[in-house]
């Protein structure tokens, strides 16, 4: 059984991330994969998720809240989700 992922998309979210990040953990503990698809953010958004822990992909730039979901999909599937 694989474990569970969750992917989070963002743009210009280096502020409320390390919030969002800490409430997911709490709900989720270390039971889940969390993936940030950073989608061509200006500011420290990939930083800020990197700092924390948590897996990371960057969008050069902004492609969309669907391709982002689409590259998270296919990063969450290529390691093991189901």
């Given at each position: ?20 990040l ?8 270390e ?18 998720a ?8 960057r ?11 689409q ?5 969450a ?6």
């Amino acid at each position: 059984m694989s474990r569970g992922w969750i992917v989070l998309p963002a743009f210009n979210e280096e502020a409320l991330l390390p919030g969002v990040l800490a409430r997911i953990r709490g709900v989720m503990g270390e039971g889940a994969e969390i993936l940030v698809v950073d989608d061509g953010s200006r500011d420290a958004t990939a930083q800020v998720a990197r700092s924390a822990g948590v897996r990371v992909i960057r969008h050069s730039i902004n492609m969309g809240y669907g391709v982002t979901l689409q590259t998270g999909f296919k990063a969450a599937l290529r390691g093991g989700c189901d």
